[in-house]
């Protein structure tokens, strides 16, 4: 099992521009999450889908959209970037029961 | 609101010295509480839930209702736990709340 995979790994946009970021999981794992991670933010979640066809909003949605594309598909598109977009985003997936969630490596945007 | 609160950003203690890492939590119903780990240049991973009452690693961690605690315990720190700890809180439909996380130095 690869778990979870991200792409790209690392990415720089300029501002206005737009780009998708994509995440897999091969667990067979019904929920999925996208998480942002900054020096003393933590990690914030902008969005997540407990299931196929599914998706929520998490704590900081704004400037994002989602897309769950089958069960093991979950990718995250900024449409017009932001320097404030500045990042790590990463993606996981969580066991049925909730147990243990999954991360990706993560994907680094830097927006200029 | 679900909130989980870190109080501290960083933390340094030596080698063989107890570890503490604070983790306090709001939430309206039963939490599910979680330790993540991210070691450096790696992907966060589980440390331990509440539910299974493990020791992994060494570590252990007891929710405390009553102080609404979740605090993360170490008898004798290496090394090798050097790395970002994160508290998580697991809400209704499965959704996720992190705390800041605390940057634990081991001091040779």
């Known amino acids: 099992n690869a778990g979870v995979t991200q792409t790209p790994k690392f990415q720089v946009l300029k501002t206005g521009q737009s780009m998708t970021l994509q995440c897999a999981q091969d667990m067979n794992h019904n929920s999925m999450y996208w998480y942002r991670q900054d020096p003393g933010m933590g990690l914030r979640l902008i969005y997540y889908?407990?299931?196929?066809?599914?998706?929520d909003k998490g704590e900081v949605p704004n400037g994002y959209n989602v897309s769950r594309l089958n069960k093991r598909e979950f990718s995250l598109r900024l449409e017009s970037a932001a320097p404030s977009q500045t990042s790590v985003y990463f993606c996981?997936?969580?066991?049925?029961?909730?147990?243990?969630?999954?991360f990706g490596p993560g994907t680094r945007l830097l927006v200029l | 609101a679900q909130r989980v609160t870190q109080p501290e950003k960083l933390l340094s203690v030596f080698k063989g010295a107890p570890v503490e890492l604070k983790c306090n939590y709001s939430y309206s119903g039963s939490p599910e509480l979680f330790w993540y780990v991210q070691y450096s240049r790696q992907r966060l991973q589980l440390l331990l839930r509440h539910i299974s009452r493990e020791s992994i690693k060494g570590f252990t961690a007891d929710l405390n209702k009553g102080e609404t605690s979740f605090h993360l315990k170490k008898p004798f720190a290496q090394e090798e736990d050097s790395a970002m700890y994160y508290c998580?809180?697991?809400?209704?439909?499965?959704?996720?709340?992190f705390g800041t996380g605390t940057s634990l130095t081991v001091i040779p």
């Open positions: 996981a997936s969580i066991t049925s029961w909730g147990e243990t969630q999954y």
């Open positions: 889908s407990a299931s196929e066809g599914t998706t």
């Open positions: 998580a809180l697991m809400g209704a439909g499965n959704q996720f709340y």
